[in-house]
């Protein structure tokens, strides 16, 4: 099985917040993961992308660096647990790190249910959100004749 290509992690700060933030994201826990959930910022959306959080509190660098496996190893063997277009966040709680691959797999499907939910819900907003707040969505502009050379040669 090959790695986990950059396309499908969520690697920038700016994603990482915007999914955890306040109106971002759906939420669904279970005892060892929460499960955070907001629109793909790419336009088009392209296949779902995965984020992790493991901080200290969870364990040593070994310890986190296995969780992290663990529930990429997850996400890659169960590639509709959210559909594309949507970026999901996972964040380790204490106690992850004594989980086995299989032990992870079942809270993720117990997770799954509600998670799919707010999935369903988070779509359902950003279809009725305004591109740039407080505008409605607009068709690009056509372009004009000779726009490319202007761009060029600025008189």
């Known amino acids: 099985m090959g790695g986990f290509p950059r396309s499908r992690?969520?690697?920038?700060?700016?994603d990482f917040r915007r999914i955890q933030g306040p109106g971002?994201?759906?939420r669904a826990t279970s005892p060892h993961f929460v499960f955070l959930v907001a629109?793909?910022?790419?336009?088009?959306?392209?296949?779902?992308?995965?984020?992790?959080?493991?901080?200290?509190?969870?364990?040593?660098?070994?310890?986190?660096?296995?969780i992290k496996r663990l529930a990429r190893a997850c996400f890659r063997l169960w590639p509709e647990f959210v559909p594309d277009g949507?970026?999901?966040?996972?964040?380790?709680?204490?106690?992850?790190a004594e989980l086995a691959l299989a032990q992870v797999q079942r809270e993720w499907a117990r997770a799954r249910g509600a998670l799919v939910h707010r999935v369903a819900d988070v779509l359902a907003q950003a279809a009725s959100r305004p591109h740039v707040p407080g505008r409605p969505a607009q068709a690009p502009l056509p372009a004009r004749a000779g726009d490319?050379?202007?761009?060029?040669?600025?008189?």
Do not use: E, H, M, Y
């Open 9 to 14: 992690r969520v690697r920038r700060r700016v």
């Open 24 to 26: 971002g994201a759906g």
């Open 39 to 66: 629109p793909t910022s790419a336009d088009p959306p392209g296949p779902a992308r995965l984020g992790l959080v493991v901080t200290k509190k969870v364990g040593n660098a070994v310890q986190r660096n296995r």
């Open 86 to 96: 949507v970026d999901l966040v996972v964040i380790a709680r204490q106690g992850a």
């Open 148 to 155: 490319d050379d202007r761009d060029r040669n600025p008189s």
